[in-house]
T-cell receptor, first 111, second 114 residues
Framework: QKEVEQDPGPLSVPEGAIVSLNCTYSNSAFQYFMWYRQYSRKGPELLMYTYSSGNKEDGRFTAQVDKSSKYISLFIRDSQPSDSATYLCAMSAGGSYIPTFGRGTSLIVHP | EADIYQTPRYLVIGTGKKITLECSQTMGHDKMYWYQQDPGMELHLIHYSYGVNSTEKGDLSSESTVSRIRTEHFPLTLESARPSHTSQYLC?????????????FGPGTRLTVL
């Protein structure tokens, strides 16, 4: 079983839709949960991070962590064509531990 | 502007050639990493370094080598390229002391070995 599972998609939605991206994990030691966004021909860039369980909101983006279910989500409200990218979840036990990445979900928002 | 650079961006070479992928960062980060990324697959860590003269192998078995002689520079070398090395290679860096270990990525080098 992989430590981090993420459906690669692609996920295609119309502009304005609410998007839900998800990852599951198996390592109980993970404390930091991150979402990276990767545009085509670019490297990933950190979008948001959350410590432990709970929600975190940043503009149209909300990150949610449920440690009891080992399940994390990223919600995008009012999705825009510029949100079209691959979204990778990443998790870490913190400190010097190197994050473990999911395979990424390709999101396409069409006008 | 602080940034992380990779050259070349694209490389097509024949089997058996020796190649070096360059990575430099201007952020003064102690930690640097090399990842391999194939379409629809996880980022696989192949090498990392926590400082000058410190290098470690990652989770993915790799025939490449790295060196860290200067803080800002972390080149990756393939002594004899093979078609199985065809992939996207991402370099990243992170600052010490950041609990969630945010990684700053370069734009990647897409390598094709014929």
């Amino acid at each position: 079983q992989k430590e981090v599972e993420q459906d690669p998609g692609p996920l295609s939605v119309p502009e304005g839709a609410i998007v839900s991206l998800n990852c599951t994990y198996s390592n109980s030691a993970f404390q930091y949960f991150m979402w990276y966004r990767q545009y085509s021909r670019k490297g990933p860039e950190l979008l948001m991070y959350t410590y432990s369980s709970g929600n975190k909101e940043d503009g149209r983006f909300t990150a949610q962590v449920d440690k009891s279910s080992k399940y994390i989500s990223l919600f995008i409200r009012d999705s825009q064509p510029s949100d079209s990218a691959t979204y990778l979840c990443a998790m870490s036990a913190g400190g010097s531990y190197i994050p473990t990445f999911g395979r990424g979900t390709s999101l396409i928002v069409h006008p | 502007e602080a940034d992380i650079y990779q050259t070349p961006r694209y490389l097509v070479i024949g089997t058996g050639k020796k190649i070096t992928l360059e990575c430099s960062q201007t952020m003064g980060h102690d930690k640097m990493y090399w990842y391999q990324q194939d379409p629809g697959m996880e980022l696989h860590l192949i090498h990392y370094s926590y400082g000058v003269n410190s290098t470690e192998k990652g989770d993915l078995s790799s025939e490449s080598t790295v060196s860290r002689i200067r803080t800002e520079h972390f080149p990756l070398t393939l002594e004899s390229a093979r078609p199985s090395h065809t992939s996207q290679y991402l370099c990243a860096s992170s600052a010490a002391g950041v609990l969630y270990n945010e990684q700053f990525f370069g734009p990647g080098t897409r390598l094709t070995v014929l």
